[in-house]
């Protein structure tokens, strides 16, 4: 059976050691967090980033607007947060309802407080191996492996999913710690060939058991960044891990597996920020 990657714990180490750095700053930390809608999954994840800030000292703000707030609206409540000396980082909570262009607002924040890592520049600063801001996710994956001491050299890693978010971000990553990467995606030919070659596997397509557990490698590297809600309410990730952890080495759990680690990484981006911009 698998050994599970304990993403709660590593996220409390990670944010433990972020404070001597926070104790070195000339002023607290400041996070702003944009959220629009009352989307029920968006209002806990910010709930839970909030609850992290507050307990890291960090100087937050939370800014709740109507579902039918407008694009110039939320590019307004954008600009402000952008000129506010004491932000250091700013999240917008994804998704946006529909009318709005997510793109847009993404480009809008200043990249010196794009702590999600979204902006272009520093998705270009990325793709160049010099980040500056590394998306939350991918981040946390990488801080996971390098936790449970797992090997990345030389391995051959499977990425499923192809987002600007996760998936290619998670890919470069993985190259620039000289793994062969592989990126798939839901309309991959032979899928379950690739994987029953991978070292690592990284799962973040957005299906519920995507990943059946006959096709992960024996003794293998599963991450399973996806978390969907079934109609019974319950909480799974892209892999089928009962499954899956028959054959794996390593397995995150779903829930309490990477969901932990992407908030840590927004702090310690946060704090980053933070330490750029007061310098």
């Given at each position: 059976m698998a050994v599970n990657i304990n993403g709660r714990l590593v996220a409390k180490d990670t944010c433990q050691a972020l404070r001597p750095r926070i104790a070195a700053l000339p002023r607290p930390p400041g996070i702003a967090v944009v959220r629009v809608g009352e989307d029920p999954a968006?209002?806990?994840?910010?709930?839970?980033?909030?609850?992290?800030?507050?307990?890291?000292?960090?100087?937050?703000?939370?800014?709740?607007?109507?579902?039918?707030?407008?694009?110039?609206?939320?590019?307004?409540?954008?600009?402000?947060?952008?000129?506010?000396?004491?932000?250091?980082?700013?999240?917008?909570?994804?998704?946006?309802?529909?009318?709005?262009?997510?793109?847009?607002?993404?480009?809008?924040?200043?990249?010196?407080?794009?702590?999600?890592?979204?902006?272009?520049v520093n998705a270009g600063l990325l793709s160049q191996g010099r980040p500056?801001?590394?998306p939350c996710t991918p981040c946390g994956?990488?801080?996971?492996?390098?936790?449970?001491?797992?090997?990345?050299?030389?391995?051959?890693?499977?990425?499923?999913?192809?987002?600007?978010?996760?998936?290619?971000?998670?890919?470069?990553?993985?190259?620039?710690?000289?793994?062969?990467?592989?990126?798939a995606h839901s309309?991959?030919?032979?899928?379950?060939?690739?994987?029953?070659?991978?070292?690592?596997?990284?799962?973040?397509?957005?299906?519920?058991?995507?990943?059946?557990g006959e096709w992960v490698r024996k003794g293998s590297v599963v991450i399973d960044v996806g978390i969907n809600r079934l109609d019974d309410g319950s909480l799974v990730g892209d892999v089928d891990t009962d499954a899956a952890s028959k054959n794996a080495?390593?397995?995150?759990?779903?829930?309490g597996g990477v969901g932990p680690m992407t908030i840590a990484m927004?702090?310690?981006?946060?704090?980053?920020?933070a330490e750029f911009r007061t310098a």
């Open positions: 968006s209002k806990v994840y910010v709930g839970r980033k909030t609850q992290r800030a507050e307990r890291l000292g960090f100087h937050h703000k939370e800014i709740h607007l109507d579902v039918e707030t407008s694009q110039v609206e939320l590019e307004a409540v954008i600009d402000a947060v952008n000129a506010d000396d004491l932000i250091d980082g700013i999240l917008v909570q994804l998704p946006l309802p529909d009318h709005l262009d997510s793109t847009a607002i993404l480009d809008r924040i200043a990249p010196e407080k794009d702590v999600d890592g979204f902006h272009p500056r801001f590394v994956v990488m801080k996971l492996l390098e936790r449970s001491g797992v090997s990345i050299e030389g391995k051959h890693a499977v990425v499923i999913g192809r987002s600007n978010i996760v998936g290619r971000p998670m890919a470069m990553l993985l190259e620039k710690a000289n793994a062969t990467v592989t990126l309309r991959t030919r032979n899928l379950p060939d690739l994987l029953a070659q991978a070292d690592i596997v990284v799962a973040a397509v957005g299906r519920p058991h995507f990943v059946k080495g390593w397995i995150t759990p779903v829930p927004l702090m310690e981006n946060t704090v980053r920020a």
